[in-house]
């Protein structure tokens, strides 16, 4: 930690500064510099508060050398971190293909649209229960009764499925049923739920909240991961903007970028990224060229009767087309799908 | 409503999109542009989903007339609300005056803290037993100790408290004890702990998000509001931009917005906003000015070992001085503090 | 175009309205609903001005219908635009790759860099002889000296060459000596050197400003497109956002999107957005996988020491190993590099 | 400036390193940290660039402790600039209101206006003869003879007079009639014109970008003061976010920063901010209670018939009515208006 201090402090608030430091266990090197002095503090920063510090009216700034996550943290952890969801390997050669509609709204729906996404290439089905929608007069999921179809679904087609837990209550229904629990967008700081999901060994799809960083979003895995639970998946799925001509900005840099400051997976989501089923094709194969470990897209068979999200939904013969192009990219990067 | 449909649509189209509008209770008036048709609808559109008629390949856009929002309406509830709290007014002519550490940290410091902000001229009491921590190794709040160090602390000075609410398990606790839930930013769309709030009658401060529409913001009250309760307080504390010299941008023109738009009352949070003390007496008296039903500041007499947020916090006597000039301001534009 | 209007506006109020705009030229159609009123307006309303019409204290709000962009807009242009450049097409089948130092540093750099991206497969050679320089007192270009030692390279290599222009002053120098104009993000509201390039022929290079939504970068376009010259290439180099490990957040959506709303060629500059040499090869496949019609990208053969945006420049040795897996991901979607 | 280093970093590129800066005329302190090493450097670090640093591999992270401006720093200049006009002065004690029409239409409008609002209160005129438009089809302005038409104005009321500069090809006709010549928030990196402006000493009004940190908007002010030019008047209008509902987002927060960190007058353009005229009395009492040394509004006796900007023009009337609170307001806080 590099804390900055004014050239004209006293004396004295400065070695109280030191001494109060050096109590709780660094080492303070001072280097006086022309119009600030500098304290490089070597040995476990973690526990001191920058804010505190700032409060003090002699500091001007602090700046972190390093990072504040540990689990998550590559350097710590060099190897790729695979997670297995019933023998389908996330993060590892295999590009992972998750499709399905947003909302599950029947047995017959679910069930036929996972047959079409399994035909078309997907691995992995998805389908909403519980939805997180901006009115309270919008249809809010099926409850139950969605996580129940999705099982049956798995049952007909052998995919694993994948759905977003919103409330801690729901919790043990989801450990009991789903494959893998999502948290959505507006979860990713609700650091309650993410604890909850931290204390199971399920595999976690933390998506990125639609303004958070990239550092609040690895510290939100460092919630879930601080409680034990080590299946962490990163899915961007766009952040929030200025731009309006779509629902949200995808930032596909973060592929590199986790994949260089931790060992875990990361697939992307463009459905919610775009929220318009024209830009779903470039932006799938753009996701596969930079290095994503796999897709979560949106696919309706009807998507203008969809209960929800059908702006953005492809249907299943487009999916299929995409899936054909993604292979085929996947093999120029040496990946497989 | 209003749809654009390409001039270049079939008519066997532009006719079936006619009837299912027909069906669902809504009159279609066809308006014949140069470039573009466009559909007028008259009636209840509140149960027809945008993303769906967007999924049809001949609509190219969708635009709503009125207001996604009922209750929080000021067109259909034209004065205005004024919130009881133990007998203080929310909303009313008197600027309410909210005070108190960022997180309680023991009986003595929230009881000599309450005493001094009482002394210098706030209202209420505030104090974090929850923490919302980016990082899951910070300090995460006293908990059920510091909610009734709080209710000590109104015992002795007579203030009623606010503090913030993370999860529904603690719904009951809160509802015992505080007299404002509080749900922070990074709830604000956490819909189900909205619900559950909804279901009390207890005032509850609205929490803008880091980076929510005034729109979303509005319906997250309508969540609160449709569950029947109808005590929201809006508190404003700064949305996420790409400056970096302060922690949030706060943004005042809310404040003629919602009491345009809404008959709710609202009230500013400059400590979060600027995450600075030296720029809180600027916002604070700029939000008194604008209009703003009330403050909610922090303020400690240790900032330097506070446990959290110690670079936004006011001295109690600094915060004094506020109180006095916020007095003269509150004057000028008709109200009193 | 759509004007709202207030339900209890009066009735003379409405007529006066009418009026107005029946005098523009434009047929207004009434249609009545339950909390407002709408005017649908049919005819040429380019002229109304929505500014003044929101002045009208009974409107409450306005769409527009139609774009406001008509000479860069597809719907009146269906055909793509293909501009040539010295025999090179960028908007054709084969995707263009332009590549190059941040600044000319002198003869022996650039001819060096020339000489090693053509190798490497480069098409063309970018080169700054004026920079924008957030600091007056950073290396702010070699001017005129820079531009003759791109003229020499391009002799020595036959690569066309491309560099931006920061003042009108200059314009006749780029005219005579430069293939691609580049108007920088910084200039793309720069109106009177956008109508001063719409006066010339030559093919100009708009980059997207650092906040500027894509609609506002088509009326740029719309700007130099109105004064006579047609070849207008865009260019996304990442739009200004929250996040704090990239430079800029690379916005892909653009690329459908251009394609769907204008007939004009787009190219990405992987090097601005990212700022850092180790993202580039990811988003630069990305890129190609998403339909760009072309690569920007920064070369330097040694970044350490370049004179400015060294840890953004790929060394020509990666450079080359990206554009062999980019010919490879090209064929995948039908094109050629 | 503090460098950090890979702890891995081979002996030998760290000698390099360290050799390198030495040659510039740096002192380098090591610091071995527990996973990174840092260097402190002290000594004039100003020409050292960060991203040429960066590009080495060895080195991850780059920070500044001096800021880049110096012309502008408060820390070599603690006592306020106050900027002359005529001899009203901003920066002094009085707050300074400026006011008018959006565009000049004609020697009657902008005559009328500028009695109007003298009358009303205002200080200096404002009047744009030069537009920046988004759309090459709106009005761009009367040029010369909108500047004529206020200076004739200004013999008429006595009010000095502001407008907007937008090419240097007008930079004389502006040093000879106005008495401040204002960049536009587009222009702020249009860095020619910075230093046009830069080599005279009118007074400059220069408007933060829509998307400039603060940082970059004292570094624009840098530029004009390095070419010998003291007088830079700050202007805040409102930055660019995700919210709809306001046209920008208005920081009233630089207030207070900017007359920390420099010793410059700042004023407040509430009319851009908003872009409605219903707001902009709240903001305006805001910027004056947060202790602003002027305000720039716009002000139209017909903004439904203005050629421009109607929707956020006050009427005289209003205007004259906030002048009198805000004469209120600026007692409380011991300034005068």
């Known amino acids: 930690m590099i804390i900055t201090v004014k050239k004209e402090a006293k004396k004295q608030d400065i070695d109280l500064l030191i001494q109060k430091l050096e109590l709780q266990g660094v080492q303070v090197h001072l280097i006086l510099g022309e119009n600030y002095n500098v304290f490089g503090l070597v040995g476990d920063t973690s526990k001191l508060d920058e804010k505190n510090l700032l409060a003090n009216p002699i ?25 297995n969801v019933n023998g389908i390997e996330i993060g590892g050669k295999k590009i992972v293909m998750i499709a399905g509609p947003c909302s599950v709204e029947g047995q017959d729906q679910i069930s036929r649209i996972a047959k079409e996404v399994k035909e078309a290439g997907a691995d992995m089905l998805r389908g909403g229960a519980y939805k997180p929608r901006t009115s309270p007069y919008a249809f809010q999921g099926m409850g139950t009764a969605g996580i129940l179809a999705m099982v049956n679904a798995r049952h007909e087609t052998g995919l694993p499925i994948v759905s ?27 650091f309650d739920l993410l604890k909850a999901v931290g204390k199971t060994k399920k595999p976690v799809l933390l998506k990125r909240g639609l303004a958070n960083t990239i550092e609040e979003w690895i510290m939100a895995a460092e919630y879930i991961m601080s409680e034990g639970n080590p299946n962490v998946i ?22 590199p970028i986790i994949k260089e400051r931790t060992h875990l997976p990361i697939i992307i989501d463009p459905s919610h990224a775009a929220g318009d089923y024209k830009l779903i094709e470039a932006l799938s194969l753009a996701s596969i060229a930079a290095g994503a470990d796999g897709l979560i897209i949106e696919v309706h068979d009807d998507p203008c009767n969809a209960w ?3 702006s953005q939904s492809l249907k299943p013969k487009r999916y299929a087309q995409l899936v054909e192009k993604g292979k085929q990219i996947a093999k120029v990067i040496g990946r497989e799908m």
Not at 62 to 75: E, F, G, H
Not at 165 to 189: K, S
Not at 236 to 254: C, H, M, P, Q, S
């Open 234 to 255: 990163f899915c961007e799925r766009g952040i929030r903007t200025f731009e309006k001509y779509t629902r949200n900005t995808l930032d596909l840099a973060v592929i």
């Open 59 to 83: 500091i001007t700034d602090i700046q972190r050398v390093s990072q504040p996550y540990k689990l998550a943290n590559r350097m710590f952890h060099p190897e790729d971190t695979i997670v």
């Open 308 to 310: 929800s999200d059908g």
């Open 164 to 190: 977003e837990l919103m409330a801690i209550e729901h919790l043990e229904e989801f450990v009991e049923n789903v494959d893998i629990i999502q948290i959505g967008a507006r979860n990713m700081q609700n």
